[in-house]
């Protein structure tokens, strides 16, 4: 008989082999290391660890996901794989009322997985990110440069949230809205998505092959940050030198540069490392 759960979802409360036939789980499940991992993209399954510990996240804040991380690490983990337990990888539509928040609910706790990882005294090489969740770009003359995916205010605040809660320093930002419909309709919320960045740098935004509309700005939507108390925020268009010069200007040793946006945003990372190094080689900076 099903059994009702808080979800309000019906599960069978028990199952029998008549469940499992005709299913193979070498074609449904591949073998780890394999495409499509469903399995883990390691081929050991980490068992070359001396203690390995799976970790499921997807619910819980930066910071609890922050705190749990370091416990299991001060305990003696070895080898610490984070799975996300999400609605979407149980079967759900991505539009399913139960799977609402969950971008940016999976994205906290990656970003605070990076954040972790980064703590003052470890080597930034030790984690590279998801491929644009928290991705290490590199360190140059002690700044790091991070770049994030994440272009919705809720996924900026949760990445921010993790920066914050895993260093001790300051976050500058270089965010690049992405397409005028959603600079629009999401204006009031991306307002204030900003405010744990110490330093925000806003660019033109991405169309992704939208018409302009008239009114919907990156400088409007600078003005809008700065007009709801951010003190440091410059509005730098589309020249990615000038931006570039300018990040050259004001950051410092300790400081995390987060290329933030869904667009060519991602571009802009290897251009500041090359001109950090740049300033290493002239005698411009030290760390």
Not at 215 to 229: K, P
Request: hydrophobic share 40%.
């Amino acid at each position: 008989m099903p059994s009702p759960k808080e979800s309000a979802e019906n599960v069978r409360a028990c199952r029998d082999p008549s469940d499992l036939a005709g299913w193979n789980a070498a074609e449904a499940l591949g073998f780890p290391g394999e495409f499509p991992y469903t399995r883990g993209i390691q081929p050991t399954m980490y068992r070359g660890r001396l203690w390995t510990m799976r970790q499921y996240a997807g619910f819980a804040s930066a910071e609890d996901s922050n705190r749990r991380y370091r416990y299991l690490l001060e305990q003696g983990v070895t080898g610490l794989s984070v799975a996300f337990d999400l609605p979407t990888q149980m079967g759900y539509d991505s539009d399913h009322p139960l799977a609402a928040g969950e971008d940016q609910l999976m994205n906290a706790p990656g970003a605070s997985a990076g954040a972790l990882q980064l703590r003052p005294g470890q080597h930034a090489h030790a984690f590279a990110g998801v491929q644009r969740r928290f991705q290490v770009r590199g360190v140059v003359a002690g700044v790091t440069v991070v770049d994030d995916y994440g272009h919705h205010p809720a996924e900026i605040r949760a990445t921010l949230a993790a920066a914050k809660a895993g260093f001790d320093a300051r976050v500058i930002t270089v965010f690049q809205p992405h397409r005028f419909t959603r600079t629009k309709h999401l204006r009031a919320e991306f307002l204030t998505a900003f405010n744990q960045a110490d330093a925000v740098v806003v660019m033109d935004i991405y169309a992704a092959g939208e018409t302009p509309i008239p009114g919907v700005t990156a400088a409007d939507l600078a003005e809008g940050i700065r007009a709801h108390g951010h003190r440091h925020v410059a509005y730098l268009g589309r020249d990615r030198a000038r931006i570039v010069e300018h990040l050259r200007e004001i950051v410092r040793p300790g400081d995390i540069v987060l290329t933030q946006g869904a667009g060519d945003v991602s571009q802009l990372g290897p251009e500041i490392l090359h001109a950090l190094e740049a300033d290493m080689l002239e005698g411009r900076r030290t760390c």
